[in-house]
């Protein structure tokens, strides 16, 4: 089982994107589902989470600008991400866990002012 991030890219401060977290097969036992972010120089953080009873969190850095939603089989994570701003620019990568601990190789987003 792997995953594949998509949906990064460069935007101007204030527009929005998705990013969509793709399986190459279907993952029978999730638990959790969860993105993250790695800044350059910067340790790897969570951005948002959500669990199998569908309650969700959210770092207080993107609380109320970003949502996490899960989807069918074949991509089961999206990140929709509005009101960017550079502060946001990172490698975004999705995260899965269930019986295996999987991730991406993660989406780059680059935010201009």
């Known amino acids: 089982e792997r995953l594949g991030e998509s949906g990064g890219g460069l935007v101007q401060s204030g527009e929005s994107l998705t990013l969509s977290c793709a399986a190459s097969e279907t993952i029978r036992t999730i638990l959790v589902l969860s993105w993250y972010r790695q800044a350059p120089g910067k340790q790897r953080q969570l951005v948002a989470s959500?669990?199998?009873?569908?309650?969700?969190h959210y770092e207080a850095f993107v609380r109320g600008r970003f949502t996490i939603s899960r989807g069918g089989d074949e991509t089961p994570l999206y990140l929709q991400m509005n009101d960017l701003t550079p502060e946001d620019t990172a490698t975004y990568y999705c995260?899965?866990?269930?019986?295996?601990?999987?991730w991406g190789q993660g989406t780059q987003v680059a935010v201009s002012s």
């Open positions: 995260n899965i866990r269930g019986v295996q601990n999987l």
């Open positions: 959500l669990d199998n009873n569908g309650q969700t």
